[in-house]
Every structure is written in structure tokens, then in C-alpha cells.
């Protein structure tokens, strides 16, 4: 700002107190970091700015919300640390790490549990999802609301994989959750646990052969530049949950927190938008950018060889609680 213009505002502010006789000051914007691990136009970053928006609209400024994409402020696992201890405010996250804060949320990382996404919306946005969002909070963190992530395929460079034998000995990368490292090598695989903020580059330096997600996370990262093949395995739902730190929503008036609720419910339809979307033309988009899509996938074989992870861990992470989503889809 230049002298002149420097003097013309403390002129006009000067005059404004000398009429009003109070001093004006500018009301400061509460800001706060919303992270997330994916890129920012990919489905959690469109939700994350539906977030915002919505917050600035409601708050008509007061909140200022910064989507912290691409893992910038580090991988899921660091980022719901980070909410425990303040230093973030938000996220969206997969359950992928979760089960370790809150072992309840492990009952929704079972494979093959949830028949379709249907199905997975209306039992999350009801009162077994409410149910378990509750679980957050003696965990230093405020469970918003159910997002998503989507049904997770196998991608992986050295050859298609069309039945459970064709996973034998691949170097195949799974988020940090028990379940899902049982359930790959119940399926022969040699499943290694890492934050997905590392999966790119050891995707691109051959250290795994492979790895599963779901299609917005394989064409938001492009992923067929490291990966040739895709079976479309639909193994495991993987919702995304909207988070946020407790110490920063106990600072919140009551009206606040219907600003940001209503964010978060804005944050899951644009994400839920995102998923459709991508599961409408992701086939076609791999195809196109060179990967070898498997469709026909013999899933009940999938399914056989997982059956023994939910007898190892049924019992330990909620056989109740997967009983109950089973019986809402009959
Ligand atoms: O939440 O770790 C994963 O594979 C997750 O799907 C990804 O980080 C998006």
C-alpha cells in the first residue's frame, strides 16, 4: 500500500471514529485448515471446497476455511493426530487409519460387507452411522458425517489379475488397517501396510507391484502411470469421514456448529457427486489412458478366500455391529 493511499485510510478511519465515537476495527476471520490427502479436484478436494464455501456463505465471511491438499499437512493417520492435538482443525479422511483411534470403525473396513453404494449411504447417514461417528469424540475428535471414498479395486503392474490365485506373492500395497492386511493375505498377496502419501512414488520406483482403491483415487492420480492393469474386485466399501478437532468445536459458539454441520453435509454431497461421477466414466478414462481394465471378475471367489477374516476379527472389532449392517441390506 503506497503513503498516499496509507493516509487517505487513516484519514477516513479517524473521521469514522470522530462521528461514531467508537474505534472500528476489522472483525479478524477465523481460519482453519481443512486437510485432506487427495488432490484438490478429485473427490474429497470438491467436497472440501463445497465445505468452504458453505462456511463463508453462513459465517457471511467470519470463516475463512483453506483446503490443505495432496497431503500437505501429511498422511491420514498424521492428520487425525494433528486434530487430536489442535494443530488441524478438519479433514476428510478415509477409515483406512481410523480403527487404530477408534477400533469400533473397524467393523466398516470388512470386505465384501456392503453390497452397494446405495445401500452404504443410506446405512452411514442413519442411525448406525450416527452410532459410530459418536465414537470419535473421547478421541479428541468431533465425527461430522460420512463422506466417500468408494469401492476399492486392485490395481497392480505385472500381469491382470482375474481370480484370488493371480494375487499370489504380489507386493501389494494396503492402507495401515488389520483388516485389510489379513483379508490380502488371506488372498495370497504380500500386503504392505503404508500411508498413502507414500504410494505414488513406491508405485514409481517398483518397490510394490501394486495396490487398491477405489476409481476416484486411481483417475485423480492418475494412476495408469504406474499401474497397467485394474481388476474391478469391488472388494471392500471404503467411506471417507469428515472430521474435526474437539478442542477447536468446543470454541464454537452453538450457532457455529450448525454452520459447520451443515458444511459438512454441503462437503458429502459433492463428494458423493464426485464418486457417481467417476464410477459413471472411470472405466472408460482408464481405458483410454492405457490400462487393461478386468470387469468380469469372479467375486464370490474374492469373497471365499476373505470369509476367514471375519471370523479372525469379527469377534475383536464389532461382529454385532457387522451383523447389523448385514441384517439393514436383507
Ligand atoms: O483416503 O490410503 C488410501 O488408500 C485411501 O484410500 C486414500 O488415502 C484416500
Redesign the pocket.
Known amino acids: 500500500m503506497n503513503y498516499r493511499s496509507m493516509l487517505a485510510g487513516l484519514l477516513l478511519a479517524t473521521s469514522a471514529i470522530a462521528t461514531t465515537g467508537i474505534a472500528i476495527t476489522a472483525v479478524e476471520a477465523k481460519e482453519m485448515n481443512f486437510a ?3 488432490p484438490p479436484e478429485g473427490h ?1 478436494g470438491q467436497g472440501a471446497k463445497a465445505f468452504a464455501e458453505k462456511m463463508k456463505e453462513l459465517s457471511g465471511g467470519d470463516f475463512v476455511v483453506n483446503v490443505k491438499a495432496g ?1 500437505s499437512l501429511g ?2 493417520r498424521e492428520i487425525l493426530e494433528g486434530e487430536q492435538i489442535g494443530t488441524i482443525e478438519l479433514a ?3 477409515t ?2 481410523v480403527g487404530s483411534f477408534a477400533p469400533e470403525i473397524y467393523a466398516l473396513d470388512f470386505p465384501f460387507l456392503f453390497k452397494d453404494y446405495a445401500s452404504a449411504r443410506k446405512i452411514l447417514d442413519g442411525e448406525i452411522g450416527d452410532e459410530l461417528l459418536s465414537k470419535f469424540e473421547d478421541k479428541g475428535m468431533i465425527g461430522l458425517a460420512w463422506s466417500e ?1 468408494g469401492f ?1 479395486h486392485v490395481t497392480n503392474s505385472v500381469h491382470p489379475v482375474k481370480t484370488p490365485a493371480d494375487l499370489q506373492g504380489l507386493k501389494l ?4 488397517n488389520q483388516v485389510h492386511i489379513d483379508a490380502f493375505k488371506e488372498l495370497g498377496a504380500s500386503p504392505t501396510p503404508m ?3 507414500e ?1 505414488l512414488t513406491s508405485l514409481q520406483q517398483g518397490t510394490i507391484d501394486g ?4 476409481i476416484p ?1 486411481i483417475v485423480s492420480n492418475n494412476m495408469w502411470d504406474m499401474q497397467k492393469y485394474v481388476t474391478l474386485t469391488g472388494h471392500v466399501y ?1 467411506p ?1 469421514v469428515i472430521t474435526m478437532s474437539k478442542i477447536h468445536w468446543d470454541q464454537l459458539s452453538d450457532e457455529e456448529k450448525g454452520w459447520i454441520r451443515e458444511a459438512s453435509k454441503a462437503a458429502v454431497a459433492a463428494t458423493r457427486k464426485v464418486v457417481d461421477q467417476n464410477e459413471a466414466d472411470g472405466v472408460k478414462t482408464m481405458r483410454e489412458h492405457g490400462m487393461e481394465v478386468i470387469e468380469d471378475v469372479d467375486k464370490a471367489a474374492f469373497q471365499d478366500a476373505v470369509e476367514p477374516t471375519y471370523e479372525r476379527y469379527g469377534k475383536e472389532y464389532g461382529e454385532q455391529m457387522i451383523q447389523r449392517i448385514r441384517d439393514a441390506q436383507k
Not at 173 to 176: A, C, V, W
Open positions: 485432506i490427502v487427495t474429497y497431503g498422511g491420514e476428510m479422511t478415509s483406512g487409519p471414498n476399492r500395497r494396503t492402507m495401515e500411508s498413502w502419501t504410494v495396490q487398491e482403491n477405489p483415487i471404503s471417507a
